[in-house]
């Protein structure tokens, strides 16, 4: 059974920084694209990163945080990383860990963790 | 990257009503096109991919269609748990991109 289960979010001041961590169980998380997905309150849903894994690991990221958030992984821990870096009070939101699948789209979310950006 | 627009943003039906909402791209997709289902303060729950192809265990009055920009579900029969707002969401190329959501009320 799939399980994502995010951690380490919490209240931040803006140019602080913050790792939330994405524990997965159920799958080998190398042999997947996961991604991280947010939501603002009371907005909709947007894509902020990915650890693709098509033979090689490539990440990728929306615009609004190349430089800032790095996404990486621990295959020995099965759990994936986001590095939050010159955090904005916009960054503010729900941050979602998702699976995708062997079709490319995501099938399976974490509950998801709340991130403030306030000061 | 590539533009997601949904309409309308909210849509106010009763039980038993048919249902459709559209999705369009701001450039061909192909059918690389999946839909969410969100209920506030959960994670949002896949419905639909590749366009048309049903997740499993997920009810058949959902159904999808559509290729390349024009995309559209439907609900031929809303019951009281499809109350909940839906987002379309490519996945042809990074970054990838929701539309804002479509949000069925009851009427």
């Known amino acids: 059974q799939v399980q994502l289960v995010e951690s380490g979010g919490g209240v931040v001041q803006p140019g602080k920084s913050l790792r939330l961590s994405c524990a997965a169980s159920g799958f080998t998380f190398s042999d997947y694209g996961v991604h991280w997905v947010r939501q603002a309150p009371g907005k909709g849903l947007e894509w902020v990163a990915v650890?693709?894994?098509?033979?090689?690991?490539?990440?990728f990221y929306v615009d609004s945080v190349k430089g800032r958030f790095t996404i990486s992984g621990d295959n020995s821990k099965n759990t994936m990383y986001l590095q939050m870096n010159s955090l904005r009070v916009e960054d503010t939101g729900v941050y979602y860990c998702a699976k995708g699948s062997t079709k490319w789209h995501i099938d399976y979310w974490g509950q998801g963790i709340p991130v403030i950006v306030s000061s | 990257d590539i533009q997601m627009t949904q309409s309308p943003s909210t849509l106010s039906a009763s039980v038993g009503d048919r249902v459709t909402f559209t999705c369009r791209a701001s450039?061909?997709?192909?059918?690389?096109l999946a839909w969410y289902q969100q209920k506030p303060g959960k994670a949002p729950n896949l419905l639909m991919y590749?366009?048309?192809t049903l997740e499993s265990g997920v009810p058949s009055r959902f159904s999808g269609s559509g290729s390349e920009t024009e995309f559209t579900f439907t609900i031929s029969s809303l019951q009281p748990d499809d109350f909940a707002t839906y987002y379309c969401?490519?996945?042809?190329?990074?970054?990838?991109?929701f539309g804002q959501g479509t949000k069925v009320e009851i009427k």
């Open positions: 969401q490519q996945y042809d190329s990074y970054p990838w991109t």
């Open positions: 450039q061909s997709i192909k059918t690389w």
């Open positions: 590749a366009a048309s």
């Open positions: 650890l693709a894994s098509d033979g090689s690991v490539k990440s």
